[in-house]
């Protein structure tokens, strides 16, 4: 039994010394294979002009070279093409089996996966091959899975291409290859940017959607274009969402969303203790409570004598007083602004306080004793 298995083994070395050694000449057929693109795996005849006629580069003459000069040739040719960076050519007469794994090492697998641990390697084994045995999980980050050749040579591939139709994203594998699936990195976070009152970081709470991060942000600005949201998942493209017409849609942690800022050609104005202070921008409809919540009043502002300043179609200036928490509360009327009103937000007065007391008799004292005690 071993004598037999000796002699098969003996008798194919001596048959792939013998190919290797020959060369190639018209009407001959090949096999290639390439590690590196699958697609151009097939069959090939030499034509009576010794080509190859090679996908991707066209006529390749290889008639009088060996098989392995014909491989490195048709390497070289992807490669000074730009057809992909690194071309790992095998050439051998069709029919004839391929060099034996038998020995060859085997591929390992670890990181975010269900079976760490090693796979038999075989010719033609791809990435996804080793991936689908060994299972990836749900936390995977497979856009930077990692690969270890024996030489040292390490590379990162994003294999989400492939899964996206590109084949660039699944590579041949050699023996010996180490695979590396990373961890996603979870972030607990959601960033929210652009027209919203508190653009930034906020903390990530189970089943949060679209509309309750940006409510958690401080809600839309007068200037955001509600039709123009941007979203990118952590690990997906983006998209736009508009606020005005779309079901609200759960996000995860570490989802970024951008409110665009819509063209704006009126304005308003407001001083006073509050946040935003100077030019608002205006839009049709909006009203003296819209203008205070967009401009963020301060502790310090005393919104019931909120002063409105407006000049009519003669250029009369007009002065009105309101009383902002009345008309939050529903006991007084909201007033309707128009392009270039102007809002003066006061200050609250300051409280009168013990320790004031306190210092005004300290000092009539000290006055006492000066002038009178003598």
């Known amino acids: 039994m071993v004598r037999a298995l000796f002699l098969a083994v003996l008798a194919a070395a001596l048959a792939a010394a013998a190919w290797s050694q020959t060369t190639l000449k018209p009407g001959d057929v090949i096999t290639l294979n390439c590690e590196e693109d699958a697609s151009l795996n097939s069959d090939y005849t030499v034509n009576d002009q010794g080509l190859l006629f090679i996908k991707y580069i066209g006529a390749v003459e290889v008639q009088g070279l060996t098989h392995e000069q014909a491989a490195q040739k048709v390497s070289r040719e992807l490669v000074r093409q730009q057809v992909m960076p690194k071309a790992t050519i095998a050439i051998r007469p069709k029919g004839t089996a391929a060099p034996t794994q038998q020995t060859a090492q085997p591929v390992h697998v670890g990181g975010a996966v269900r079976n760490v641990g090693e796979i038999r390697f075989t010719q033609g084994m791809t990435l996804a091959d080793a991936l689908n045995v060994a299972e990836i999980t749900a936390v995977a980050d497979l856009r ?92 997906g493209a983006s998209f736009i969402y508009n606020f005005e017409t779309a079901a609200d849609r759960q996000i995860d942690a570490g989802t970024r969303i951008v409110v665009g800022v819509r063209e704006v050609r009126q304005h308003i104005f407001v001083r006073g203790p509050v946040a935003r202070t100077g030019q608002l921008p205006y839009r049709t409809g909006m009203k003296l409570t819209d203008a205070i919540f967009d401009s963020q009043p301060l502790e310090s502002a005393q919104l019931n004598r909120v002063r409105l300043t407006r000049k009519d179609a003669a250029g009369k200036v007009m002065v009105q007083v309101f009383d902002v928490y009345k008309i939050q509360s529903g006991n007084a009327v909201d007033v309707e602004l128009l392009p270039d009103d102007q809002i003066d937000v006061p200050y609250a007065a300051k409280a009168f306080r013990s320790d004031d007391t306190f210092k005004f008799v300290a000092l009539g004292l000290l006055l006492y004793f000066v002038f009178f005690r003598r």
């Open 144 to 235: 930077n899975v990692r690969i270890t050749r024996l030489t040292g040579e390490v590379g990162t591939i994003d294999f989400t291409q492939f899964q996206a139709g590109n084949a660039a994203g699944n590579p041949m594998l050699r023996p010996g290859d180490r695979i590396f699936v990373p961890l996603r990195i979870a972030s607990f976070e959601v960033t929210v940017l652009g027209a919203v009152m508190r653009p930034g970081i906020i903390e990530f709470a189970e089943q949060m959607t679209v509309r309750r991060a940006i409510e958690r942000a401080g809600g839309l600005r007068s200037d955001a274009n509600p039709q123009r949201i941007e979203v990118t998942p952590p690990d």
